[in-house]
Protein backbone atom coordinates (compact mmCIF):
# COMPACT_ATOMS: atom_id res chain seq x y z
CA UNK A 1 0.00 0.00 0.00
CA UNK A 2 1.79 3.70 -1.25
CA UNK A 3 -0.46 5.09 1.62
CA UNK A 4 -4.02 6.81 2.35
CA UNK A 5 -5.59 9.35 0.47
CA UNK A 6 -8.66 11.52 1.83
CA UNK A 7 -10.74 12.34 -0.91
CA UNK A 8 -13.21 15.18 -0.38
CA UNK A 9 -16.01 15.00 -2.87
CA UNK A 10 -14.94 11.54 -3.60
CA UNK A 11 -18.71 10.70 -4.96
CA UNK A 12 -18.84 13.12 -7.22
CA UNK A 13 -18.22 12.55 -11.04
CA UNK A 14 -14.04 13.32 -10.99
CA UNK A 15 -13.87 12.38 -7.26
CA UNK A 16 -15.13 8.63 -8.22
CA UNK A 17 -12.88 8.47 -11.20
CA UNK A 18 -10.06 9.48 -9.19
CA UNK A 19 -10.78 6.73 -6.68
CA UNK A 20 -11.08 4.25 -9.25
CA UNK A 21 -7.18 5.21 -9.99
CA UNK A 22 -6.02 5.84 -6.99
CA UNK A 23 -7.16 2.36 -5.40
CA UNK A 24 -5.48 0.76 -8.84
CA UNK A 25 -2.16 2.76 -7.82
CA UNK A 26 -1.87 1.12 -4.56
CA UNK A 27 -3.50 4.02 -2.70
CA UNK A 28 -6.03 3.25 -0.47
CA UNK A 29 -9.23 5.86 -0.16
CA UNK A 30 -11.22 7.55 2.13
CA UNK A 31 -14.43 10.08 1.24
CA UNK A 32 -15.99 12.70 2.39
CA UNK A 33 -19.06 13.73 0.60
CA UNK A 34 -22.35 15.05 1.65
CA UNK A 35 -24.15 13.99 -1.51
CA UNK A 36 -25.00 17.61 -2.36
CA UNK A 37 -24.26 16.73 -6.05
CA UNK A 38 -23.95 13.27 -5.92
CA UNK A 39 -25.11 9.69 -5.33
CA UNK A 40 -23.96 6.94 -2.57
CA UNK A 41 -24.26 4.62 -5.37
CA UNK A 42 -21.30 6.19 -7.29
CA UNK A 43 -19.32 4.92 -4.19
CA UNK A 44 -20.73 1.19 -4.78
CA UNK A 45 -19.82 1.27 -8.52
CA UNK A 46 -15.86 2.54 -7.71
CA UNK A 47 -15.62 -0.71 -5.11
CA UNK A 48 -17.56 -2.63 -7.68
CA UNK A 49 -14.68 -2.01 -10.53
CA UNK A 50 -11.87 -1.77 -7.95
CA UNK A 51 -12.86 -4.62 -5.97
CA UNK A 52 -11.81 -2.63 -2.65
CA UNK A 53 -14.37 -1.45 -0.05
CA UNK A 54 -13.94 2.34 0.77
CA UNK A 55 -14.32 4.10 3.86
CA UNK A 56 -17.32 6.74 3.17
CA UNK A 57 -18.53 9.60 5.42
CA UNK A 58 -21.11 11.36 4.18
CA UNK A 59 -19.96 14.65 6.09
CA UNK A 60 -19.98 18.29 5.38
CA UNK A 61 -16.45 19.12 4.37
CA UNK A 62 -17.27 22.43 6.53
CA UNK A 63 -18.34 20.63 9.63
CA UNK A 64 -15.00 20.64 11.80
CA UNK A 65 -15.71 18.48 13.95
CA UNK A 66 -16.87 15.69 11.54
CA UNK A 67 -13.62 16.07 9.33
CA UNK A 68 -11.56 15.66 13.05
CA UNK A 69 -12.93 12.38 13.50
CA UNK A 70 -12.18 11.07 9.83
CA UNK A 71 -8.52 12.24 10.47
CA UNK A 72 -8.63 10.66 13.77
CA UNK A 73 -9.93 7.64 12.48
CA UNK A 74 -7.36 7.46 9.40
CA UNK A 75 -3.96 7.79 8.88
CA UNK A 76 -4.24 10.64 6.42
CA UNK A 77 -0.88 10.78 4.31
CA UNK A 78 -2.31 13.39 1.93
CA UNK A 79 -5.86 14.78 0.81
CA UNK A 80 -7.43 15.61 -2.09
CA UNK A 81 -9.80 18.44 -2.13
CA UNK A 82 -12.84 18.15 -5.14
CA UNK A 83 -15.54 19.05 -3.04
CA UNK A 84 -17.13 22.10 -4.47
CA UNK A 85 -20.03 23.37 -5.89
CA UNK A 86 -19.29 24.27 -10.11
CA UNK A 87 -22.41 25.54 -11.90
CA UNK A 88 -21.39 28.93 -13.12
CA UNK A 89 -24.82 29.92 -13.73
CA UNK A 90 -26.02 29.20 -10.59
CA UNK A 91 -23.48 30.62 -8.89
CA UNK A 92 -23.91 34.17 -9.91
CA UNK A 93 -27.56 33.71 -8.83
CA UNK A 94 -26.43 32.71 -5.17
CA UNK A 95 -22.94 34.01 -4.98
CA UNK A 96 -22.84 33.50 -1.36
CA UNK A 97 -24.22 29.75 -1.01
CA UNK A 98 -20.71 28.84 -3.38
CA UNK A 99 -18.44 31.44 -1.35
CA UNK A 100 -19.51 29.34 1.56
CA UNK A 101 -19.25 25.95 0.67
CA UNK A 102 -16.48 26.12 -1.54
CA UNK A 103 -14.13 28.51 0.53
CA UNK A 104 -15.07 27.65 3.84
CA UNK A 105 -14.79 23.62 3.37
CA UNK A 106 -10.97 24.36 2.41
CA UNK A 107 -10.47 26.68 5.25
CA UNK A 108 -11.84 24.14 7.71
CA UNK A 109 -9.96 21.43 6.29
CA UNK A 110 -7.08 23.24 5.93
CA UNK A 111 -7.25 24.07 9.58
CA UNK A 112 -7.88 19.97 10.35
CA UNK A 113 -5.24 19.15 8.48
CA UNK A 114 -2.82 21.49 9.98
CA UNK A 115 -4.05 20.10 13.60
CA UNK A 116 -3.66 16.73 12.29
CA UNK A 117 -0.48 17.10 11.01
CA UNK A 118 -0.74 16.58 7.24
CA UNK A 119 0.54 18.39 5.09
CA UNK A 120 0.13 17.35 1.57
CA UNK A 121 -2.98 18.99 -0.56
CA UNK A 122 -4.02 18.49 -4.05
CA UNK A 123 -6.69 20.93 -5.07
CA UNK A 124 -9.29 21.08 -7.56
CA UNK A 125 -8.57 24.41 -9.38
CA UNK A 126 -9.60 25.40 -13.21
CA UNK A 127 -9.26 27.13 -16.31
CA UNK A 128 -11.32 29.53 -15.45
CA UNK A 129 -8.99 31.37 -13.55
CA UNK A 130 -7.34 32.51 -16.68
CA UNK A 131 -10.84 34.65 -17.35
CA UNK A 132 -10.40 35.87 -21.01
CA UNK A 133 -7.20 34.86 -21.72
CA UNK A 134 -5.29 36.62 -24.48
CA UNK A 135 -3.72 34.33 -26.23
CA UNK A 136 -3.51 30.41 -26.42
CA UNK A 137 -2.10 27.63 -25.92
CA UNK A 138 -2.22 28.64 -21.72
CA UNK A 139 0.63 28.66 -19.48
CA UNK A 140 0.60 28.74 -15.95
CA UNK A 141 2.15 32.11 -15.86
CA UNK A 142 -0.82 33.66 -17.71
CA UNK A 143 -2.44 36.63 -15.31
CA UNK A 144 -5.36 35.17 -13.45
CA UNK A 145 -9.26 36.45 -13.58
CA UNK A 146 -12.69 35.62 -13.10
CA UNK A 147 -15.71 36.13 -15.02
CA UNK A 148 -18.41 34.29 -12.53
CA UNK A 149 -18.29 33.64 -8.89
CA UNK A 150 -17.77 30.04 -9.20
CA UNK A 151 -14.26 31.39 -10.55
CA UNK A 152 -13.47 33.67 -7.79
CA UNK A 153 -14.07 30.91 -5.90
CA UNK A 154 -11.37 28.72 -7.18
CA UNK A 155 -8.93 32.45 -7.60
CA UNK A 156 -9.79 33.04 -3.95
CA UNK A 157 -9.18 29.73 -2.68
CA UNK A 158 -5.49 29.31 -5.05
CA UNK A 159 -4.77 32.63 -3.04
CA UNK A 160 -5.44 31.58 0.15
CA UNK A 161 -3.31 28.39 -0.39
CA UNK A 162 -0.42 30.15 -2.00
CA UNK A 163 -0.24 32.62 1.42
CA UNK A 164 -0.60 29.22 3.61
CA UNK A 165 2.50 27.90 1.78
CA UNK A 166 4.07 30.84 2.02
CA UNK A 167 3.41 31.54 5.53
CA UNK A 168 4.85 27.95 6.75
CA UNK A 169 7.54 29.08 4.75
CA UNK A 170 8.59 31.93 6.70
CA UNK A 171 7.60 30.72 10.07
CA UNK A 172 10.09 27.40 8.95
CA UNK A 173 7.61 25.16 10.26
CA UNK A 174 8.98 21.51 10.37
CA UNK A 175 6.50 19.65 8.06
CA UNK A 176 5.56 22.62 5.55
CA UNK A 177 2.19 22.81 2.92
CA UNK A 178 3.08 21.00 -0.01
CA UNK A 179 0.87 22.11 -2.33
CA UNK A 180 -0.76 21.41 -5.94
CA UNK A 181 -3.04 23.10 -7.61
CA UNK A 182 -4.61 21.22 -10.81
CA UNK A 183 -6.26 23.72 -13.22
CA UNK A 184 -8.31 21.43 -15.55
CA UNK A 185 -9.60 22.00 -18.66
CA UNK A 186 -12.90 20.41 -19.94
CA UNK A 187 -13.22 16.76 -17.81
CA UNK A 188 -15.23 14.60 -20.01
CA UNK A 189 -15.67 10.94 -20.98
CA UNK A 190 -16.30 8.13 -18.33
CA UNK A 191 -14.79 4.90 -16.99
CA UNK A 192 -14.08 2.93 -19.51
CA UNK A 193 -16.05 -0.23 -17.48
CA UNK A 194 -19.81 2.50 -18.36
CA UNK A 195 -20.28 2.01 -14.45
CA UNK A 196 -18.90 5.42 -13.37
CA UNK A 197 -19.78 8.67 -15.18
CA UNK A 198 -21.18 12.10 -14.90
CA UNK A 199 -24.60 12.53 -13.89
CA UNK A 200 -25.60 15.98 -13.57
CA UNK A 201 -28.94 17.38 -12.27
CA UNK A 202 -31.71 18.69 -14.39
CA UNK A 203 -30.22 19.94 -17.77
CA UNK A 204 -26.56 19.92 -18.55
CA UNK A 205 -25.30 23.05 -18.54
CA UNK A 206 -21.81 21.31 -20.31
CA UNK A 207 -21.46 20.52 -23.96
CA UNK A 208 -20.36 16.90 -23.52
CA UNK A 209 -23.49 15.46 -21.40
CA UNK A 210 -25.94 18.08 -23.65
CA UNK A 211 -24.90 15.79 -26.62
CA UNK A 212 -25.01 12.13 -24.74
CA UNK A 213 -28.92 13.53 -23.40
CA UNK A 214 -29.59 14.33 -27.24
CA UNK A 215 -28.13 10.87 -28.33
CA UNK A 216 -29.98 9.14 -26.15
CA UNK A 217 -33.41 10.68 -26.58
CA UNK A 218 -33.75 12.73 -23.70
CA UNK A 219 -32.83 16.39 -24.90
CA UNK A 220 -34.72 17.23 -28.36
CA UNK A 221 -32.06 19.07 -29.45
CA UNK A 222 -28.44 20.72 -28.99
CA UNK A 223 -27.90 24.85 -28.68
CA UNK A 224 -24.73 25.63 -30.32
CA UNK A 225 -23.77 28.71 -28.45
CA UNK A 226 -22.29 30.98 -31.58
CA UNK A 227 -20.98 29.77 -35.07
CA UNK A 228 -19.22 33.46 -35.27
CA UNK A 229 -16.38 33.09 -33.20
CA UNK A 230 -13.16 33.73 -34.83
CA UNK A 231 -12.46 30.12 -34.77
CA UNK A 232 -11.43 27.45 -37.87
CA UNK A 233 -15.54 27.08 -38.01
CA UNK A 234 -16.92 30.00 -36.18
CA UNK A 235 -17.55 27.31 -33.32
CA UNK A 236 -16.21 27.88 -29.15
CA UNK A 237 -12.52 25.68 -28.97
CA UNK A 238 -11.74 23.89 -25.90
CA UNK A 239 -9.71 21.46 -24.44
CA UNK A 240 -11.39 18.22 -23.55
CA UNK A 241 -9.85 15.75 -21.49
CA UNK A 242 -11.08 12.56 -20.58
CA UNK A 243 -11.68 12.27 -17.06
CA UNK A 244 -9.52 9.13 -16.70
CA UNK A 245 -6.75 10.85 -18.26
CA UNK A 246 -7.34 13.70 -15.24
CA UNK A 247 -7.95 11.61 -12.41
CA UNK A 248 -4.13 10.14 -13.45
CA UNK A 249 -3.14 13.54 -13.02
CA UNK A 250 -4.22 12.98 -9.73
CA UNK A 251 -2.10 10.28 -8.99
CA UNK A 252 0.66 11.42 -10.35
CA UNK A 253 0.14 14.87 -8.17
CA UNK A 254 -0.35 12.71 -4.94
CA UNK A 255 2.94 11.00 -5.96
CA UNK A 256 5.09 13.88 -6.49
CA UNK A 257 4.12 15.65 -2.69
CA UNK A 258 4.79 12.44 -1.06
CA UNK A 259 8.14 12.23 -2.64
CA UNK A 260 8.99 15.66 -2.25
CA UNK A 261 11.61 16.69 0.35
CA UNK A 262 9.75 16.83 3.79
CA UNK A 263 11.25 20.50 4.98
CA UNK A 264 10.21 22.38 1.93
CA UNK A 265 7.23 24.32 1.69
CA UNK A 266 5.49 24.46 -2.13
CA UNK A 267 2.46 25.57 -3.60
CA UNK A 268 2.41 25.24 -7.55
CA UNK A 269 -0.29 25.20 -10.34
CA UNK A 270 -0.47 23.07 -13.28
CA UNK A 271 -2.62 22.83 -16.11
CA UNK A 272 -4.37 19.44 -16.62
CA UNK A 273 -5.15 20.07 -20.73
CA UNK A 274 -4.57 17.83 -24.05
CA UNK A 275 -3.01 20.57 -25.46
CA UNK A 276 -5.15 21.18 -28.25
CA UNK A 277 -8.54 22.71 -28.95
CA UNK A 278 -11.66 21.27 -30.33
CA UNK A 279 -14.59 23.09 -31.85
CA UNK A 280 -18.09 22.42 -30.93
CA UNK A 281 -19.22 20.91 -34.45
CA UNK A 282 -16.25 18.75 -34.16
CA UNK A 283 -17.13 17.40 -31.25
CA UNK A 284 -20.57 16.86 -32.43
CA UNK A 285 -19.34 15.23 -35.41
CA UNK A 286 -16.97 13.19 -33.94
CA UNK A 287 -19.72 11.64 -31.47
CA UNK A 288 -22.00 10.93 -34.32
CA UNK A 289 -18.99 9.11 -36.21
CA UNK A 290 -18.05 7.37 -33.09
CA UNK A 291 -21.45 6.54 -32.27
CA UNK A 292 -23.67 6.30 -35.50
CA UNK A 293 -26.08 8.35 -33.39
CA UNK A 294 -27.42 11.53 -34.50
CA UNK A 295 -27.04 14.63 -32.96
CA UNK A 296 -30.25 17.47 -34.33
CA UNK A 297 -28.66 21.21 -33.80
CA UNK A 298 -29.06 24.70 -34.25
CA UNK A 299 -27.26 27.28 -34.00
CA UNK A 300 -27.96 29.95 -31.47
CA UNK A 301 -26.81 32.97 -29.52
CA UNK A 302 -23.52 33.37 -28.09
CA UNK A 303 -23.41 32.54 -24.25
CA UNK A 304 -22.53 35.53 -22.31
CA UNK A 305 -19.24 34.76 -20.70
CA UNK A 306 -17.79 32.27 -23.18
CA UNK A 307 -14.31 32.84 -25.19
CA UNK A 308 -13.45 32.13 -28.41
CA UNK A 309 -10.81 29.48 -27.48
CA UNK A 310 -9.47 28.11 -24.33
CA UNK A 311 -6.49 25.43 -24.54
CA UNK A 312 -3.84 24.38 -22.41
CA UNK A 313 0.23 24.34 -22.03
CA UNK A 314 0.34 21.02 -20.64
CA UNK A 315 4.37 21.28 -20.48
CA UNK A 316 4.79 21.70 -17.28
CA UNK A 317 2.68 18.94 -15.52
CA UNK A 318 4.11 16.84 -18.15
CA UNK A 319 7.86 17.99 -16.97
CA UNK A 320 7.24 18.04 -12.83
CA UNK A 321 4.52 15.47 -12.34
CA UNK A 322 5.26 13.24 -15.38
CA UNK A 323 2.08 12.94 -16.04
CA UNK A 324 0.37 13.63 -19.79
CA UNK A 325 -3.17 12.67 -21.19
CA UNK A 326 -3.25 9.49 -23.23
CA UNK A 327 -6.52 9.26 -24.39
CA UNK A 328 -7.88 10.56 -27.50
CA UNK A 329 -11.32 12.14 -28.75
CA UNK A 330 -13.05 9.29 -30.19
CA UNK A 331 -11.93 7.24 -26.59
CA UNK A 332 -13.85 10.40 -25.13
CA UNK A 333 -16.84 9.88 -27.25
CA UNK A 334 -17.11 6.23 -27.05
CA UNK A 335 -16.71 6.19 -23.24
CA UNK A 336 -19.53 9.05 -22.45
CA UNK A 337 -21.81 6.82 -24.73
CA UNK A 338 -21.40 3.77 -23.15
CA UNK A 339 -21.80 5.63 -19.68
CA UNK A 340 -24.98 7.19 -21.05
CA UNK A 341 -26.62 4.38 -23.09
CA UNK A 342 -26.12 1.72 -19.43
CA UNK A 343 -27.44 4.42 -17.35
CA UNK A 344 -29.89 6.70 -19.32
CA UNK A 345 -30.94 8.56 -15.97
CA UNK A 346 -27.84 8.46 -14.31
CA UNK A 347 -27.26 6.32 -11.08
CA UNK A 348 -31.26 6.35 -10.57
CA UNK A 349 -31.16 3.09 -13.14
P1 LIG B 1 -19.25 17.10 -8.76
O1 LIG B 1 -20.33 18.04 -8.35
O2 LIG B 1 -19.64 15.88 -9.50
O3 LIG B 1 -18.38 16.68 -7.49
C1 LIG B 1 -18.21 17.51 -6.38
C2 LIG B 1 -18.57 16.69 -5.15
O4 LIG B 1 -18.35 17.49 -3.98
C3 LIG B 1 -20.02 16.26 -5.15
O5 LIG B 1 -20.10 14.87 -4.94
C4 LIG B 1 -20.64 17.03 -3.98
O6 LIG B 1 -21.67 16.30 -3.34
C5 LIG B 1 -19.43 17.25 -3.08
N1 LIG B 1 -19.51 18.43 -2.20
C6 LIG B 1 -19.80 19.71 -2.53
N2 LIG B 1 -19.72 20.50 -1.46
C7 LIG B 1 -19.37 19.69 -0.40
C8 LIG B 1 -19.13 19.93 0.97
N3 LIG B 1 -19.25 21.16 1.51
N4 LIG B 1 -18.77 18.89 1.74
C9 LIG B 1 -18.65 17.64 1.23
N5 LIG B 1 -18.88 17.37 -0.08
C10 LIG B 1 -19.23 18.39 -0.88
O7 LIG B 1 -18.18 17.95 -9.61
P2 LIG B 1 -16.91 17.46 -10.42
O8 LIG B 1 -17.16 17.76 -11.83
O9 LIG B 1 -16.52 16.12 -10.01
O10 LIG B 1 -15.85 18.53 -9.89
C11 LIG B 1 -14.98 18.26 -8.82
C12 LIG B 1 -14.16 19.50 -8.54
O11 LIG B 1 -13.47 19.89 -9.72
C13 LIG B 1 -14.98 20.71 -8.13
O12 LIG B 1 -14.28 21.41 -7.13
C14 LIG B 1 -15.08 21.53 -9.39
O13 LIG B 1 -15.23 22.90 -9.13
C15 LIG B 1 -13.74 21.24 -10.04
N6 LIG B 1 -13.74 21.41 -11.49
C16 LIG B 1 -14.67 20.75 -12.24
C17 LIG B 1 -14.67 20.93 -13.62
C18 LIG B 1 -15.71 20.26 -14.48
O14 LIG B 1 -15.93 20.73 -15.59
N7 LIG B 1 -16.35 19.19 -14.06
C19 LIG B 1 -13.70 21.74 -14.23
C20 LIG B 1 -12.76 22.37 -13.42
C21 LIG B 1 -12.79 22.19 -12.05
C1 LIG C 1 -17.98 24.12 -24.04
C2 LIG C 1 -18.31 24.74 -25.39
C3 LIG C 1 -19.98 26.44 -25.28
C4 LIG C 1 -23.26 23.80 -24.09
C5 LIG C 1 -17.32 25.21 -18.16
C6 LIG C 1 -17.06 26.16 -17.02
C7 LIG C 1 -15.64 26.06 -16.56
C8 LIG C 1 -15.25 24.61 -16.24
C9 LIG C 1 -15.66 23.66 -17.32
C10 LIG C 1 -15.45 24.18 -13.90
C11 LIG C 1 -18.47 26.25 -25.34
C12 LIG C 1 -20.48 25.26 -26.10
C13 LIG C 1 -22.04 24.30 -24.45
C14 LIG C 1 -24.32 23.80 -25.05
C15 LIG C 1 -22.81 24.76 -26.64
N1 LIG C 1 -15.93 24.13 -15.06
N2 LIG C 1 -21.81 24.77 -25.72
N3 LIG C 1 -24.03 24.28 -26.30
O1 LIG C 1 -17.94 26.79 -20.81
O2 LIG C 1 -15.76 25.76 -21.58
O3 LIG C 1 -16.44 25.51 -19.24
O4 LIG C 1 -17.02 23.86 -17.70
O5 LIG C 1 -14.45 24.71 -13.52
O6 LIG C 1 -15.52 26.88 -15.45
O7 LIG C 1 -17.33 27.48 -17.48
O8 LIG C 1 -17.66 24.26 -20.96
O9 LIG C 1 -19.07 22.41 -21.75
O10 LIG C 1 -20.18 24.53 -20.94
O11 LIG C 1 -18.93 24.55 -23.09
O12 LIG C 1 -22.63 25.20 -27.80
O13 LIG C 1 -25.44 23.39 -24.76
O14 LIG C 1 -19.57 24.22 -25.83
O15 LIG C 1 -20.43 27.65 -25.85
O16 LIG C 1 -17.97 26.77 -26.56
P1 LIG C 1 -16.96 25.70 -20.70
P2 LIG C 1 -19.04 23.88 -21.63
Not at 5 to 34: M, Q, R
Not at 97 to 126: A, G, H, P, R
Not at 218 to 226: H, P, R, Y
Not at 299 to 319: I, M, Q, S
Request: charged share 25%; glycine share 8%.
Amino acid sequence: MKGTVLVTGGAGYIGSHACVELIEAGYSVVIVDNLNNSKHESVNRVTEITGKPIDFYPYDAREKQDLTEVFQHHSIDAVIHFAGLKAVGESAKIPAYYYDNNLNSTLILLEVMKEQNVNKLVFSSSATVYGEPSTVPISEDFPLSATNAYGRTKLFIEEILRDMANADKLNQVDSPLKIALLRYFNPVGAHKSGRIGEDPNGIPNNLMPYISQVAVGKLDKLSIFGNDYPTRDGTGVRDYIHVVDLAKGHVKAVDYLLHMDESKSECHAYNLGTGHGVSVLEMVNTFMQVTGQTIEYRFAERRPGDVAECYANPTKANNILKWHAEKNLEDMMRDTWRWQKNNPKGYED
